[in-house]
């Protein structure tokens, strides 16, 4: 008997935690199961040989709503090969609505529904020892009987995560791969575009055992383990322990990723924080909008102040990664009003703000009440929003140009300089976003790959349409962004000729040395934040990149003005 619990990720590097899990807690029949992980770049046809050349007599996906399209292509065809083999599924993709998923999928056998390790460890039970049958008796399990009427016995009581076998045991399996981590499930809060809402039992893993299980990744240097919880901080001495704990046995090498409420933080959180290793703790802070109307309307519970306070406090340490979120296409968030949130926020200059859309997601309170909002959306997953009743799709659009830009020359931390100096442009951040990305669309360089080199060029024609008298400080901006990652193989066009200072870098560029020396006209702004273009030097400066000493956070390199005189 191999029942085969089959997961295709959203990318290589990723690791799917649900399988891991199920295969755990369902111990004794750890023999009779197997794992396999893709990704959705793959073709389905390989994916599906893959899964014919291992031979299930069971087949088990795992189901989100970045993957459901791929299982379902891979689930149909391999029933066609394969038609005696039951197939099953679960996740929060197949949770809900589950009679009319069936019906639409007629090749699934049925769904584990909801929280799944109990009931997965009974399916073994039934296929291993009672040759299928008993299935059901199982509580949890969704399917269609021989006349197409549905059986479902009532959802299994809510589980203590401790009774789960620690997962990872061969990290060989997870070379280059970021291990995901969980040490508690459900949220206290009830935000209403999110399943975990509906996930009202917020239980917490023994602190001793998972104290064990980060030992475990320290010692054996994992790179990064990202925690699911999904408010880490919402209990003060659950995360207090765990940051101490990594604090006491760092081993300068792991990164642990943590998703928090900013505002729940407290003074005694805050200054630990500010203690720990550059680069051991990154954290991902959900602000979603700072329109008042929404935030009640989808249920958050949030000091919009105290976290822009305590963004900043964290910030001013510099020793932490902070990734905040927002959501376009929420209730009472228009144009205007996302666009204002968007520059409240980035006037915070995380490391990383992601710009999403609002997922429709089935069972959440926002899918209930979508004819009320008037949204309309995808009609395949991930079910992104469209329009809403204050969003026309125009300017979802629009907002989408903005949030590719962003992604490009932001969140890519390639274009620092560049971007700072471009802020002093506009009066909104947003707007500079946007219309950045309209030049894109004027010129036909939208949808296209371009070089780091070439993303530079085209900001330095955009720069010409709105300010060609400052045009030559742009230049030596987007030198220093080149040369502030790597010592570039190629001199960018826009650069200043090497020549003329041929003889200072023979002399401070030292033979075996990664460093690479600059000549600047204009000086360089060192703050986050600049409200005016800087003039030229009356005498040129020139400055010493060491890639052997690279920042923690943003991996660029340490730079230093050289005295050319000395």
């Given at each position: 008997?191999?029942?085969?619990?089959?997961?295709?990720?959203?990318?290589?590097?990723?690791?799917?935690?649900?399988?891991?899990?199920?295969?755990?807690?369902?111990?004794?029949?750890?023999?009779?199961?197997?794992?396999?992980?893709?990704?959705?770049?793959?073709?389905?046809?390989?994916?599906?040989?893959?899964?014919?050349?291992?031979?299930?007599?069971?087949?088990?996906?795992?189901?989100?709503?970045?993957?459901?399209?791929?299982?379902?292509?891979?689930?149909?065809?391999?029933?066609?090969?394969?038609?005696k083999v039951p197939i099953w599924v679960g996740g929060p993709e197949v949770s809900y609505e589950v009679e009319d998923f069936l019906k639409k999928n007629r090749f699934i056998t049925g769904v584990m529904v909801g929280e799944g390790e109990k009931i997965f460890r009974h399916v073994c039970d039934c296929y291993v020892n009672q040759d299928g049958h008993g299935l059901e008796?199982?509580?949890?399990?969704?399917?269609?009987?021989?006349?197409?009427?549905?059986?479902?016995?009532?959802?299994?009581?809510?589980?203590?995560?401790?009774?789960?076998?620690?997962?990872?045991?061969?990290?060989?399996?997870?070379?280059?791969?970021?291990?995901?981590?969980?040490?508690?499930?459900?949220?206290?809060?009830?935000?209403?575009?999110?399943?975990?809402?509906?996930?009202?039992?917020?239980?917490?893993?023994?602190?001793?055992?998972?104290?064990?299980?980060?030992?475990?990744?320290?010692?054996?240097?994992?790179?990064?383990?990202?925690?699911?919880?999904?408010?880490?901080?919402?209990?003060?001495?659950?995360?207090?322990?765990?940051?101490?704990?990594?604090?006491?046995?760092?081993?300068?090498?792991?990164?642990?990723?943590?998703?928090?409420?900013?505002?729940?933080?407290?003074?005694?959180?805050?200054?630990?924080?500010?203690?720990?290793?550059?680069?051991?703790?990154?954290?991902?802070?959900?602000?979603?909008?700072?329109?008042?109307?929404?935030?009640?309307?989808?249920?958050?519970?949030?000091?919009?102040?105290?976290?822009?306070?305590?963004?900043?406090?964290?910030?001013?340490?510099?020793?932490?990664?902070?990734?905040?979120?927002?959501?376009?296409?929420?209730?009472?968030?228009?144009?205007?009003?996302?666009?204002?949130?968007?520059?409240?926020?980035?006037?915070?200059?995380?490391?990383?703000?992601?710009?999403?859309?609002?997922?429709?997601?089935?069972?959440?309170?926002?899918?209930?009440?979508?004819?009320?909002?008037?949204?309309?959306?995808?009609?395949?997953?991930?079910?992104?929003?469209?329009?809403?009743?204050?969003?026309?799709?125009?300017?979802?659009?629009?907002?989408?140009?903005?949030?590719?830009?962003?992604?490009?020359?932001?969140?890519?931390?390639?274009?620092?300089?560049?971007?700072?100096?471009?802020?002093?442009?506009?009066?909104?951040?947003?707007?500079?976003?946007?219309?950045?990305?309209?030049?894109?669309?004027?010129?036909?360089?939208?949808?296209?790959?371009?070089?780091?080199?070439?993303?530079?060029?085209?900001?330095?024609?955009?720069?010409?349409?709105?300010?060609?008298?400052?045009?030559?400080?742009?230049?030596?901006?987007?030198?220093?962004?080149?040369?502030?990652?790597?010592?570039?193989?190629?001199?960018?066009?826009?650069?200043?000729?090497?020549?003329?200072?041929?003889?200072?870098?023979?002399?401070?560029?030292?033979?075996?040395?990664?460093?690479?020396l600059e000549k600047f006209d204009y000086r360089m702004p060192e703050e986050e934040t600049v409200a005016e273009l800087p003039g030229k030097q009356k005498e040129p400066y020139y400055l010493l990149f060491d890639y052997e000493k690279k920042d923690a956070l943003n991996h660029r390199a340490m730079v230093c003005e050289i005295d050319t005189k000395a």
């Amino acid at each position: 008997m191999k029942i085969l619990l089959t997961a295709i990720n959203a990318k290589y590097i990723h690791s799917n935690l649900a399988i891991y899990s199920l295969r755990a807690y369902a111990k004794e029949y750890k023999d009779q199961i197997a794992l396999a992980e893709f990704t959705i770049n793959q073709r389905t046809e390989y994916i599906l040989s893959e899964i014919f050349k291992k031979k299930p007599d069971v087949l088990c996906f795992s189901c989100y709503i970045w993957n459901i399209r791929f299982v379902l292509e891979v689930a149909e065809e391999f029933h066609k090969i394969c038609p005696k083999v039951p197939i099953w599924v679960g996740g929060p993709e197949v949770s809900y609505e589950v009679e009319d998923f069936l019906k639409k999928n007629r090749f699934i056998t049925g769904v584990m529904v909801g929280e799944g390790e109990k009931i997965f460890r009974h399916v073994c039970d039934c296929y291993v020892n009672q040759d299928g049958h008993g299935l059901e008796n199982i509580k949890g399990l969704a399917f269609l009987d021989a006349d197409g009427h549905m059986v479902c016995k009532e959802p299994e009581m809510p589980m203590d995560l401790s009774e789960i076998p620690f997962c990872y045991d061969d990290m060989e399996d997870f070379k280059n791969k970021i291990i995901y981590y969980e040490s508690s499930r459900g949220c206290p809060f009830r935000c209403s575009y999110c399943l975990s809402s509906i996930d009202k039992a917020l239980r917490f893993r023994n602190l001793e055992l998972v104290k064990k299980e980060l030992a475990f990744f320290l010692e054996k240097e994992v790179p990064q383990v990202k925690f699911v919880d999904r408010t880490f901080n919402c209990d003060h001495r659950h995360a207090m322990e765990i940051w101490r704990f990594i604090k006491e046995n760092d081993r300068g090498i792991t990164n642990f990723h943590f998703e928090i409420a900013a505002d729940l933080l407290t003074d005694e959180e805050i200054a630990f924080l500010g203690t720990l290793r550059p680069g051991l703790v990154q954290l991902e802070i959900g602000v979603q909008t700072t329109n008042p109307k929404t935030i009640h309307e989808i249920h958050r519970r949030m000091d919009l102040e105290r976290l822009k306070h305590v963004v900043q406090q964290i910030k001013a340490k510099e020793n932490i990664h902070e990734h905040l979120d927002l959501i376009a296409g929420l209730p009472f968030e228009d144009y205007e009003t996302f666009q204002k949130s968007f520059d409240e926020i980035y006037a915070l200059k995380p490391e990383q703000l992601q710009l999403g859309f609002l997922k429709v997601l089935k069972g959440s309170y926002m899918f209930e009440h979508k004819e009320e909002y008037q949204v309309i959306y995808e009609s395949n997953p991930p079910y992104e929003v469209l329009e809403t009743k204050w969003l026309p799709y125009e300017k979802v659009l629009r907002i989408k140009l903005a949030e590719e830009m962003l992604e490009v020359y932001y969140n890519s931390r390639q274009y620092p300089m560049s971007i700072k100096l471009l802020e002093t442009e506009f009066d909104s951040a947003y707007v500079m976003f946007e219309s950045l990305g309209k030049y894109y669309e004027e010129k036909g360089y939208a949808g296209l790959n371009h070089t780091r080199i070439g993303r530079l060029q085209i900001l330095l024609e955009f720069v010409e349409t709105i300010d060609a008298e400052h045009l030559e400080l742009f230049k030596q901006a987007a030198t220093y962004d080149i040369y502030s990652r790597e010592n570039a193989k190629s001199r960018p066009m826009f650069a200043s000729d090497l020549n003329e200072f041929k003889e200072l870098t023979r002399k401070f560029c030292k033979k075996g040395k990664l460093t690479h020396l600059e000549k600047f006209d204009y000086r360089m702004p060192e703050e986050e934040t600049v409200a005016e273009l800087p003039g030229k030097q009356k005498e040129p400066y020139y400055l010493l990149f060491d890639y052997e000493k690279k920042d923690a956070l943003n991996h660029r390199a340490m730079v230093c003005e050289i005295d050319t005189k000395a």
